[in-house]
């Protein structure tokens, strides 16, 4: 768990990246290059805030052999703060000299196939500039920071951010995560209202931990109360990015209370026969 301080200090840049950061689309340029050879090689890799998305957490834990939950456990932090409606995950860099990652070494990322969207992304940023400051519009943004050689490197190239997104296959992981960022940006989050703490397990359990809430909808009566159909359930049961959309779909359900997910016929006449009302129309 880290502090408020450390989390003010991020919003604290992400203020500043909307204010003064020069403003790139996909065509625009930059120079970059990112190898063995250079001499920060790895520098980039300690003492970082690597915010993780739910694509990011299924991709290492299926690299790392295990559950999305010994993932939370044992890699990751969560910075919350009074202001905040639900918490972030973070990647945990270890409590040693520089603060490393914790799959850093010598010769490089240990898990580069499955390196996290941040890290893939680097050193171009993407932004949302949302609220007082500006507009709702996204804007790609290049980070220049003094520990990087890679903008003058010998063998740095021009890239486009378009280019440079595909080639480090970071489109995969904006598609995979589009369903988690229509969470993260609804507008129930700028509203007055509290989250309850079985809201805000819900939300945790359809964004983060998927394995347990793949265990919930398969192994509970989930499937006896709501309807999904049979080869919907079998992709979930295999596909991540299909457990990623089942998990998007029931936190709009359960948590914002939108008709993602279509409540059985017969469970609904049972409850309104309890409550001794008529079954509501159009079931």
């Given at each position: ?177 589009r369903w988690y960022r229509d969470i993260v940006t609804h507008p129930f989050f700028r ?93």
């Amino acid at each position: 768990m880290t502090d408020s301080t450390d989390f003010e200090a991020i919003e604290g840049f992400r203020e500043q990246i909307l204010q003064e950061y020069p403003r790139l689309g996909p065509a625009d340029t930059f120079t970059f290059a990112c190898h063995p050879g250079v001499t920060c090689f790895n520098d980039c890799c300690g003492d970082v805030n690597i915010f993780l998305t739910p694509y990011d957490i299924l991709r290492l834990r299926a690299r790392l052999g295990i559950t999305t939950e010994e993932f939370l456990d044992n890699y990751t932090i969560s910075p919350f703060t009074k202001k905040m409606k639900f918490r972030v995950v973070m990647l945990k860099m270890k409590d040693e000299g520089r603060k490393p990652c914790p799959f850093v070494t010598e010769q490089g990322c240990s898990v580069y196939e499955d390196r996290p969207w941040p890290c893939r992304m680097y050193p171009v940023g993407s932004a949302q500039s949302h609220g007082a400051v500006t507009t709702d519009e996204d804007f790609y943004f290049v980070l220049q920071e003094g520990h990087c050689h890679g903008h003058e490197d010998s063998q740095a190239r021009e890239w486009t951010i378009g280019d440079w997104i595909a080639d480090q296959g970071a489109d995969e992981y904006d598609e995979a995560n589009r369903w988690y960022r229509d969470i993260v940006t609804h507008p129930f989050f700028r509203g007055p209202e509290e989250m309850s703490p079985q809201k805000m397990e819900m939300l945790e359990m359809g964004c983060y931990d998927l394995d347990k809430f793949k265990r919930f909808v398969l192994e509970s009566p989930f499937l006896q109360r709501f309807e999904v159909p049979a080869e919907r359930v079998e992709q979930i049961k295999t596909d991540d990015k299909e457990l990623l959309r089942f998990g998007a779909e029931w936190v709009r359900f359960a948590v914002f209370g939108e008709p993602t997910i279509k409540i059985n016929k017969a469970v609904l006449e049972a409850k309104a026969k309890r409550m001794g009302i008529d079954p509501p129309e159009n079931l």
